[in-house]
């Protein structure tokens, strides 16, 4: 076979996965940045308030790249003068060069929870704050699970965030700087929306994907709408993760395309337990399955895996 039609015939053999789950942690977030999956998520083992980025060619195998940001470090954290701050659930974009950042600062009472914004040469960063939060929560709104989404079709990009005790869904419209906001897009809330909300476009639809339920517990879940926009009007589509006799809580996910064979996965995190009552404790665990889409392009249920074959 030449050169050509084998580098043709590999790009079609499917992504074989690892057994799950493939790391400690939460909330990933998934982006691909030449050619390589980047993987961000909420810290599994560090006591100081982190973000660190994981990189993988096959989503089999990630090595960790090394701090991206310290929270400690970044004067604004500290000035609402509570006794401690989490590092949550961040998000990753890249545009005009540039990487932006994202991230959830914790805590969410009694101070208000808030939503910072650092920029950076790579996807390994370092990282440079700047400045000031990007979001502050309040009047029943709680500022946390940022995500960025840039619509090939026109090159804006939205930024999507909240949830939690507040459950409320807000959109903006990012500014060319990808640091502060051009406006704010009123969105109904989509049905049984919680938090973490996602963001991804196949073909001419777009998918609204985000959790339900409470993080700690079995009720966690992932429901999905469609829209013909990335700002909806939404249509309800159904629940497509959740909680079996073994894995339970699965959500605040990230979907994401492979570069070498066009197929589809989710990537999120679960409780590696069969007890039914919450609240759990311990660590979650993040795990990645294969999607499908049928000729509609509804996504059908997901089932989670451990070790079998996939």
């Known amino acids: 076979m030449s050169p050509r039609l084998l580098a043709t015939a590999l790009f ?40 660190a980025a994981y990189r993988s060619t096959d989503l089999r195998e990630w090595q960790r790249q090394g701090t991206l ?7 604004w ?3 609402d003068g509570a006794p401690w701050h989490g590092a949550w659930a961040p998000a ?13 600062v914790g805590p969410q009472n ?36 940022p995500m960025v989404f840039t619509d090939p079709a026109d090159g804006k990009s ?32 989509p049905p049984h929306f919680t938090e973490a909300p996602f963001m991804h476009r196949r073909g001419k639809t777009y998918y609204l ?13 992932v429901h999905y709408a469609t829209a013909a926009s990335p700002v909806g009007p939404w249509e309800y589509r159904g629940k497509i993760l959740e909680s079996d006799t073994t894995r339970q809580g699965p959500g605040h996910h990230s979907f994401v395309e492979s570069p070498q064979t066009g197929e589809w996965f989710i990537v999120y995190h679960r409780w590696e337990t069969a007890k039914k009552e919450g609240p759990f404790r ?18 059908p249920p997901v089932k989670m895996t451990d070790g079998e074959k996939r």
């Open 158 to 189: 939205w930024f999507y965030a909240g949830g939690s005790a507040g459950a409320k869904l807000r959109v903006f419209e990012l500014a060319d700087d990808m640091v502060s906001f051009k406006r704010e897009v009123k969105v109904e809330q």
């Open 110 to 145: 009694p101070t208000p929870s808030r939503i910072g914004v650092a920029t950076g040469d790579s996807p390994a960063g370092p990282f440079t704050d700047s400045g000031k939060p990007l979001l502050t929560g309040g009047d029943g709104f709680e500022a946390i699970d």
């Open 92 to 104: 990753i974009a890249r545009k005009n060069g540039k990487f932006y950042f994202y991230y959830s």
């Open 69 to 75: 940001l310290d929270l400690d470090r970044v004067p």
């Open 209 to 221: 994907s985000y959790s339900h339920g409470r993080w700690n517990d079995a009720s966690y879940c």
């Open 77 to 79: 954290v500290k000035s």
């Open 282 to 299: 311990g660590g979650r665990k993040i795990a990645v399955e294969k999607i499908a889409y049928d000729e509609k392009g509804l996504i």
């Open 12 to 51: 079609f053999v499917p992504l074989s996965l690892a057994a799950n789950p493939v790391l400690d942690g939460a909330d990933p977030h998934v982006q691909v940045f030449d050619g390589a999956f980047w993987l961000y998520p909420t810290e599994a083992h560090s006591r100081r308030p982190i973000f």
